[in-house]
């Protein structure tokens, strides 16, 4: 089993839409969580954390669930700007560095 | 402005040379990291750094060399030990703290062996 996983679509809507990615991780020790963007061959861009209680950025909406070791991402009202590659990254967990294990990403394309 | 730069953008290698990606940082961050993409696939971990003179293997670090010699750099050596170098290289950095881990990428080097 790989140690994070998501789905790596396309997934291809409308702008406008509403659209939800999920990930889930196989390290119950993991602590930190994090969505990250990459736009085509360019590096990964931070998006944001992902804290217990959840949390919102704008139109996008971070949610953990320790007990399923599941973590989503809804970006609401879809706009042309969002296509790219979101990376679920997890914590390696309790050890002796920041190690990050990064899942292979989730493609979205909107279109107009 | 405060950042990671990598050099060069784009390089081509013939078999049996060794490549050296430049990676410098002034983000002041103590961790640095060395990670390759390849298609369909997540990041994997080559090296890492904590702070200066110290560097451990990561998941992949057969074939790759580094040092650590000064704060801001960490340059990642490619060797022609490495037997599938063409990929896209990213160096990244962080703050060494348990409360905080987020990792900043540069904008990557891609490497083609010809």
């Known amino acids: 089993r790989k140690e994070v996983e998501q789905d790596p679509g396309p997934f291809n809507v409308p702008e406008g839409a509403t659209v939800a990615f999920n990930c889930t991780y196989s390290?119950?020790?993991?602590?930190?969580f994090f969505w990250y963007r990459q736009d085509c061959r360019k590096e990964p861009k931070l998006l944001m954390s992902?804290?217990?209680s959840g949390n919102e950025d704008g139109r996008f909406t971070a949610q953990l669930n320790r007990a399923s070791q599941y973590i989503s991402l809804l970006i609401r009202d879809s706009k042309l700007s969002d296509s790219a590659t979101y990376l679920c990254v997890v914590n390696g967990g309790p050890g002796g560095y920041n190690k990050l294990i990064f899942g292979a990403g989730t493609r979205l394309a909107v279109h107009p | 402005d405060g950042g990671i730069t990598q050099s060069p953008k784009y390089l081509f290698r013939k078999e049996g040379q060794n490549v050296t990606l430049s990676c410098e940082q002034n983000l002041n961050h103590d961790a640095m990291y060395w990670y390759r993409q390849d298609p369909g696939q997540g990041l994997r971990l080559i090296y890492y750094?904590?702070?200066?003179?110290?560097?451990q293997k990561g998941d992949i670090a057969e074939g790759y060399s580094v040092s650590r010699e000064k704060k801001e750099s960490f340059p990642l050596t490619v060797t022609s030990a490495q037997k599938n170098p063409t990929a896209f290289y990213l160096c990244?950095?962080?703050?060494?703290?348990?409360?905080?881990?987020?990792?900043?990428f540069g904008p990557g080097t891609r490497l083609t062996v010809l």
């Open positions: 990244a950095s962080s703050e060494w703290d348990r409360s905080t881990d987020t990792q900043y």
């Open positions: 390290n119950s020790a993991s602590q930190s």
């Open positions: 750094s904590q702070i200066v003179n110290d560097f």
């Open positions: 992902v804290y217990s």
